[in-house]
């Protein structure tokens, strides 16, 4: 796991820096190691091996579950407040303090994960019941997709999705979740309809060629690049489509240059290290004898392995466009720190998982049911 998430780290700073070239002269391009990137990358191995010494016991704590959910949700309703939260692309994501910039719907993805272990854990007695038992963790974590949805229809989905993953997983029903679904589900179809690049990008998504010069302008220079990379690429540094063709080209689109530059099999290495590090943390999963650490584990790897399948889905066509970024290479300080430190928590929970109380046969979630 730490080797992985190591191994990525590298990969996203080399591949952002080749996307980040700009040309100077006629024929001629270059690239520096910028100082930001550089940085970012320094604070996610520090987050990553600090996430390593936090105790297991306070993973279980009421105080780690509680305050981390309530400062991501005082976030989420900062940056919709004119003068706080910055715009970029026509949403307000983010939120600035000094030079540093950060998006507060990174810190309630993994605050939900949290919560909801906190919650399923001391509740799975009541778990069984929609109203008294699901009702009260449903409630805040449709608050924090709600707010989330706002601006970041995609993380909203992602928060919602491992939320009712880890409750199924803790012994909630089937059918309980699917009738909130429902509601959720015409929520999000409201979401839709009330944002008209929403719509635009649903029907960019059906047929990018209807438009090729607007609405799917995005996704054919996306495949393009797919497309230019044969099995051996182009060579790293030379890709074409990253020099004013391709939109976001260092953040949500960086799987494109990847594959334009170093082709098929560069591909197939960046699927094989996610690969291992979802081997590696389901491993982890099964060795954890506390159930709410080992609803944390589950959480975090459901994260990164929705996370990454949404990404490789969006740069090939095959979903429509969203602002879900490839975890630890797609540019980002947010997304690399956290990521980061939570897969470090993971390396924490296998090196020690006796530092937690073992739980009682009626305990432990019947995860191998919630995988199935």
Same mark, same amino acid.
């Given at each position: 796991m730490f080797t992985t998430t190591l191994a990525l780290l590298l990969l996203g700073v080399v591949v952002v820096q080749s996307a980040g070239m700009t040309v100077t002269e006629p024929?001629? *391009?270059?690239?520096?190691?910028?100082?930001?990137?550089?940085?970012?990358?320094?604070a996610a191995v520090g987050a990553l091996c600090l996430g390593r010494l936090v105790p297991a016991t306070l993973l279980t704590s009421r105080a780690?579950?509680?305050?981390?959910?309530?400062?991501?949700?005082?976030?989420?309703?900062?940056?919709?407040?004119?003068?706080?939260?910055?715009e970029v692309n026509g949403a307000k994501r983010w939120?600035?303090?000094?030079?540093?910039?950060?998006?507060?719907?990174?810190?309630?993805?993994?605050?939900?994960?949290?919560?909801?272990?906190w919650y399923a854990t001391r509740s799975r007695v009541h778990l069984g019941r929609l109203v008294s038992g699901l009702g009260p963790v449903l409630l805040l974590i449709g608050l924090v997709c709600g707010l989330t949805m706002l601006e970041d229809l995609g993380t909203a989905l992602l928060i919602a999705a491992v939320a009712a993953l880890?409750?199924?997983?803790?012994?909630?029903?089937?059918?309980?979740?699917?009738?909130?679904?429902?509601?959720? &589900?015409?929520?999000?179809?409201? *979401?839709?309809?009330?944002?008209?690049y929403r719509v635009t990008r649903l029907q960019a998504f059906l047929d990018p060629w209807a438009d090729p010069a607007g609405s799917g302008y995005h996704i054919i220079q996306s495949l393009k690049a797919i497309s230019g990379g044969?099995?051996?690429?182009?060579?790293?540094?030379?890709?074409?489509?990253?020099?004013?063709?391709?939109p976001e080209d260092t953040t949500d689109f960086i799987f494109s240059?990847?594959?334009?530059?170093l082709g098929l099999l560069g591909c197939g290495v960046v699927v094989a290290l996610f690969l291992t590090l979802v081997w590696a943390g389901w491993r982890i999963i099964h060795r954890q004898q506390h159930p709410q650490c080992q609803l944390i584990a589950l959480g975090i790897m459901a994260t990164i392995t929705l996370q990454s399948?949404?990404?490789?889905?969006?740069?090939?066509?095959?979903?429509?466009?969203?602002?879900? &970024?490839?975890?630890?290479?797609?540019?980002?300080?947010?997304?690399?720190?956290?990521? *980061?430190?939570?897969?470090?928590?993971?390396?924490?929970?296998?090196?020690?998982?006796?530092?937690?109380?073992?739980?009682?046969? &009626?305990?432990?979630p019947t995860l191998r049911n919630a995988a199935a």
């Open positions: 024929g001629t *391009a270059w690239a520096v190691l910028s100082d930001r990137t550089l940085l970012l990358a320094a780690t579950a509680i305050i981390p959910f309530a400062v991501a949700a005082s976030l989420l309703l900062l940056v919709l407040i004119p003068g706080i939260g910055r939120i600035d303090i000094g030079p540093l910039g950060f998006q507060p719907s990174e810190v309630a993805k993994w605050a939900s994960i949290l919560l909801v272990a880890l409750l199924l997983a803790a012994g909630a029903r089937l059918w309980h979740l699917a009738a909130v679904g429902i509601p959720a &589900a015409a929520a999000v179809v409201v *979401a839709i309809r009330a944002e008209g044969g099995i051996g690429g182009r060579g790293l540094g030379n890709g074409i489509q990253k020099f004013g063709y391709l240059v990847i594959t334009e530059e399948l949404i990404n490789l889905c969006v740069v090939t066509g095959l979903a429509p466009t969203k602002g879900i &970024a490839l975890p630890l290479v797609s540019s980002g300080g947010t997304g690399w720190i956290l990521t *980061a430190f939570m897969l470090g928590l993971l390396c924490r929970l296998d090196r020690t998982p006796q530092q937690a109380r073992g739980p009682t046969p &009626a305990e432990v």
